[in-house]
């Protein structure tokens, strides 16, 4: 048995396409104004693809960004854990098409879905391949391109969403640094409230699917956003105490950013102050799978993020999944 040693994030990496969609566009577009988005989002602007862009496209900008950044060659990659629910296709696998695309032979991996929890969650796969001593550098992505499920005829939902991607390397660590902790949790009774009904084995596509346009993200917002301010807060809660440490232990709170209001009443929960909490939700919307790592690079670009810090991650998404991730920053 290999002995259980601390994995770390030694690289960041992300990437958005340059185009912009504003709130001034949504109002030429559906009815609704910017500060109604705003006032019950936070969102003033995100970034969309070009047609043709697929969702493994960006990661690999990403992942490009992580590896030169830790100076590394593709190929001293061990596996690559890919979450995201816009994949490119069914299958193959994005985390196949994004080996093939950067070049890293010899590498496996695979794609997961938790929704906007995915990057947590593959986080924390990727952590217990190095943890185990089975892989030394485990390449972990989030990225999504929402554009590509949103109905731009349901003004409740199209104006949320932005597409984007994030990577990390997790190594071993050497020193205190490092994850330290998590929490996952999934409600499957809250499956009705954030879903794309068709696509699948329970509704392949058809003329009828399309037809009532059952391909898109539907919603039912009142539920998710109590959900998503009730478990996320209750998850972080747990965690902290778990590890014997209160809010007013951390440096940062990193959190998904699906809506500035959760994320508000997240940080009022732990006794936070807004310095020590990222929000950037208002340049990108919700990126899903890539909201974490991307409001990483937001706090390292602030210089809010450094070495030492004690950080807390946290999402919550469709399924309902919910998580957290207590670690000691390590670059």
């Known amino acids: 048995m290999s002995q259980i040693v601390r994995s770390k994030i030694s690289a960041l990496g992300t990437y958005v396409p340059p185009r912009l969609l504003t709130n001034a566009d949504f109002e030429k577009m559906v009815d609704t104004t910017d500060q109604w988005i705003r006032e019950r989002t936070g969102i003033r602007e995100r970034h969309v693809v070009d047609k043709g862009v697929a969702t493994s496209d960006l990661a690999v900008e990403a992942a490009k960004v992580a590896l030169a950044q830790r100076g590394i060659e593709p190929s001293e990659l061990e596996a690559i854990i ?13 985390a196949c098409l994004v080996q093939h695309k950067l070049g890293a032979k010899e590498v496996w991996g695979f794609d997961m879905n938790a929704a906007c929890s995915s990057f947590a969650y593959a986080l924390q796969v990727g952590a217990q391949f190095v943890n185990s001593g089975v892989h030394k550098k485990v390449m972990v992505i989030g990225a999504d391109v929402m554009t590509s499920i949103v109905d731009y005829e349901d003004r409740a939902t199209c104006v949320l969403f932005g597409d984007g991607a994030g990577a990390v390397i997790l190594e071993p660590a050497e020193d205190s640094l490092g994850i330290i902790d998590f929490l996952h949790e999934v409600d499957g009774s809250g499956g009705c409230a954030l879903y794309m009904p068709a696509g699948g084995s329970l509704h392949p596509a058809s003329h009828e699917t399309v037809d009532q346009r059952m391909h898109y993200v539907r919603q039912d917002g009142q539920t998710v956003f109590k959900f998503a301010v009730r478990r996320m807060a209750d998850v972080c809660e747990k965690l902290l105490k778990r590890n014997g440490v209160s809010g007013k232990d951390l440096d940062l709170f990193i959190p998904h950013q699906a809506n500035k209001r959760i994320i508000q009443a997240t940080a009022d929960r732990l006794g936070l102050p807004d310095e020590k909490v990222v929000v950037n939700i208002e340049r990108y919307g919700n990126t899903t799978s890539a909201t974490i790592p ?3 690079q ?12 004690l950080v807390l991650l946290a999402a919550v998404g469709a399924g309902f999944t919910v998580g957290g991730t207590l670690l000691r920053w390590a670059f």
Do not use: W
Request: hydrophobic share 40%; net charge negative; proline share 7%.
């Open 82 to 94: 890919f979450g995201t629910v816009t994949p490119d296709m069914l299958f193959p696998s994005s």
């Open 294 to 296: 991307l409001a990483m």
């Open 298 to 309: 937001t706090a390292i670009e602030e210089g809010r993020l450094k070495k030492g810090d």
